[in-house]
């Protein structure tokens, strides 16, 4: 990863942030508490997520959050020592996030 | 970015560091939570994709989300992520410039319009979800 490619990730992992700020504890409430407890029904759920609007929301629910992390993590574990592996740690971890928004795009497709 | 590449060629003397630094002073302390947030923003972003690689299995799709394993790493992933929405808010606040005519925005009112926001967005999002599939 060179310089130059730094403004990309850093949108993406701002980008990131802010749906996770704003969406991710609702959706935690949805997925964690509100099913498990009964107050909304799994099979009307999973009938739910297949509307148009929702797959939108889930993938950008899954991928901006994993580039968030891929950028976030990157510089942690920088900071934690590993600073020599700094150029194998982004590739990894913008691959990942690359990996993971593929088979979200796959998965929501599919669906 | 600079100054590591520079720091690493250089033959001067750097000062080791401890890996556990961030454990000698509360803000460290607070800095390095805040920044591992992430691993529970990208946890749950997982969660969510694996839940949909077998959402096409009703019966799995049920099984994943009623068990109690998934209802506790849910509970800790939230309150790591809503200190992550907490600390998110109040830093972006401080770096947007808003300016009403001559005067410069506080800080303070931006965060609170956004809280404001962001508990509207979340009440909406559960009010739609409990409206179309409530029990």
């Given at each position: ?47 739910l997520i297949r509307h148009p609007l929702a797959r939108v929301y ?54 | ?135």
């Amino acid at each position: 990863m060179t310089r130059s490619n730094e403004p990309i990730w850093w949108s993406l992992f701002s980008a990131g942030g802010v749906v996770a700020a704003f969406f991710i504890p609702v959706t935690i409430i949805l997925t964690g508490v509100a099913i498990p407890a009964g107050l909304i029904d799994v099979g009307k759920f999973n009938e739910l997520i297949r509307h148009p609007l929702a797959r939108v929301y889930l993938f950008v629910l899954i991928s901006l959050p994993l580039f968030h992390w891929a950028h976030r993590f990157r510089y942690a574990v920088v900071d934690l020592g590993l600073k020599g592996l700094d150029r194998v740690l982004a590739l990894l971890f913008y691959g990942l996030a690359i990996v993971g928004t593929s088979f979200a795009l796959y998965y929501l497709l599919l669906l | 970015m600079s100054n590591q590449s520079a720091a690493r060629k250089s033959k001067e003397y750097v000062r080791p560091m401890p890996v556990t630094w961030w454990l000698n002073r509360k803000t460290y302390f607070l800095f390095m939570v805040r920044e591992l947030t992430c691993l529970f923003v990208g946890g749950y972003a997982l969660f969510l994709l694996v839940l949909l690689a077998q959402a096409n299995d009703a019966d799995a799709f049920a099984a994943m989300l009623n068990s109690p394993l998934s209802v506790v790493l849910h509970l800790v992933a939230l309150l790591m992520v809503l200190y992550h929405s907490i600390t998110w808010i109040n830093l972006t606040s401080k770096v947007m410039v808003v300016w009403r005519r001559e005067d410069r925005v506080s800080p303070k009112w931006i965060a609170a319009a956004n809280y404001v926001v962001w508990v509207a967005l979340s009440l909406s999002i559960f009010g739609i979800c409990w409206k179309i599939a409530g029990t």
